[in-house]
Every structure is written in structure tokens, then in C-alpha cells.
T-cell receptor
Framework: NAGVMQNPRHLVRRRGQEARLRCSPMKGHSHVYWYRQLPEEGLKFMVYLQKENIIDESGMPKERFSAEFPKEGPSILRIQQVVRGDSAAYFCASSPPTGGLTSYEQYFGPGTRLTVT | GENVEQHPSTLSVQEGDSAVIKCTYSDSASNYFPWYKQELGKRPQLIID?????GEKKDQRIAVTLNKTAKHFSLHITETQPEDSAVYFC???????????????FGQGTTLQVKP
């Protein structure tokens, strides 16, 4: 049973370029969360999605950041016109459908480490 | 806004001793409290969790206690081993009920060092 998959694991972008981060949830999981971790800091919530729906984007910066979780394929976090301050580790987590005993548990992927030069 | 405070930020213990990490949360509707262990360069790994209808939960050498009235919860690791060395994060699930947002609010992390 594969865990949460993220790619790429490392991404280097120059200022002004676009970054696309991909996340495939665990099999059977229908909820995806994105978190950002700055160096030596905790994890900050960005966005929560279900298939074709954004449930909560209260942690997303208002500009340049967007996320989607299409009916087919992985969830994508997109950062346009990256700046040095976007350098961080971006983690995706997934959880099972609501209603079950384990529905609250979130399992994290290995993360994408974005470096903006 | 929603906030989780975690203490201490660093903790050094001798192998075999116990370690305790404490967190407080601000959202009284929070109903789920997981703990994650993160080794350097790795993903956060869920090690134990507790729901708001339970006061204590234990899994081998680790246990978590929850005081809803005081809005704080703690992680206890007994008989610590060098491989327990890592950063530990507490978190609280925002809001309450099954139809809520589900986002986790994390504490700032505790770097635990277990000296052989």
C-alpha cells in the first residue's frame, strides 16, 4: 500500500518562474492538505481540498498561489512568479473519507523542497 | 485566531529517562490532537493521537494526556532511546464536528536529544 507520494522531491526555480508541486494521496484517501515548513520552523496550513473542491484555503497567500485536486490525477500546488521567500519544504498530507474511526488521521508525503535562486 | 503553543523548544535527556512535551491550544472546539515525529530531512510521522472524548492514551513507551478544561495536552516518552532523538510537533484539529475544515494547527516543535 503506497503512502502519500509527492514529486518532485527537490525543485530549483529562479525568481519569477513558476513552480508546480504534485501530490498523490494514499489509496482510498479523498482529502488532501498542503502545509508549508520554513527552515527550522513548524508546519503552516495552506489549503484543504477534496476531489474537484477547495474546502478551506484560509492559509493560502492571496496572490501567486493556487491549488487544485482534479477528478483524475494528483493534487497540484502552483506558485507563480516565485520569490526567495517561497523557499521552503511543501508537504502534502491525506486522510480517509469522513465518518470512519481513522478519518481524522493525516499522513504526510516526503515533501518537495523548493529553492528559489 | 487559532493557536497552539508548545514547550519546551529543546529538550535533552539521558537515555532511559522520561521526556515530557506540553502544548496548549486556543480553539475550544478542537477535538483531535495528533503528535508527529520529524527526523532531519524527513516527513512528519504520526506517532500517537487522541480525541477529545478521551483523557489519556498509551502506546508502548509513548502516552498522551488531554485536559480539555485547561486546553492543554502532553506527550510522555518513557525509557527514552537515542533513536527517539528528533523534532516533535503537537497539533490541534481546527473546529469541531464531522463537517469541519480538518486543518491542523501545529505547535512550534520540540527538538529532543537523547544522550547515550
Amino acid at each position: 500500500n503506497a503512502g502519500v507520494m509527492q514529486n518532485p522531491r527537490h525543485l530549483v526555480r529562479r525568481r519569477g518562474q513558476e513552480a508546480r508541486l504534485r501530490c498523490s494521496p494514499m489509496k482510498g484517501h479523498s482529502h488532501v492538505y498542503w502545509y508549508r515548513q520554513l527552515p527550522e520552523e513548524g508546519l503552516k496550513f495552506m489549503v484543504y481540498l477534496q476531489k474537484e473542491n477547495i474546502i478551506d484555503e484560509s492559509g493560502m497567500p492571496k496572490e501567486r498561489f493556487s491549488a487544485e485536486f482534479p477528478k483524475e490525477g494528483p493534487s497540484i500546488l502552483r506558485i507563480q512568479q516565485v520569490v526567495r521567500g517561497d523557499s521552503a519544504a511543501y508537504f502534502c498530507a491525506s486522510s480517509p473519507p469522513t465518518g470512519g474511526l481513522t478519518s481524522y488521521e493525516q499522513y504526510f508525503g516526503p515533501g518537495t523542497r523548493l529553492t528559489v535562486t | 485566531g487559532e493557536n497552539v503553543e508548545q514547550h519546551p523548544s529543546t529538550l535533552s535527556v539521558q537515555e532511559g529517562d522520561s521526556a515530557v512535551i506540553k502544548c496548549t491550544y486556543s480553539d475550544s472546539a478542537s477535538n483531535y490532537f495528533p503528535w508527529y515525529k520529524q527526523e532531519l530531512g524527513k516527513r512528519p510521522q504520526l506517532i500517537i493521537d487522541i480525541r477529545s472524548n478521551v483523557g489519556e492514551k498509551k502506546d508502548q513507551r509513548i502516552a498522551v494526556t488531554l485536559n480539555k478544561t485547561a486546553k492543554h495536552f502532553s506527550l510522555h516518552i518513557t525509557e527514552t532511546q537515542p533513536e527517539d532523538s528528533a523534532v516533535y510537533f503537537c497539533a490541534a484539529k481546527s473546529g469541531g464536528g464531522s463537517g469541519n475544515t480538518g486543518k491542523l494547527i501545529f505547535g512550534q516543535g520540540t527538538t529532543l536529544q537523547v544522550k547515550p
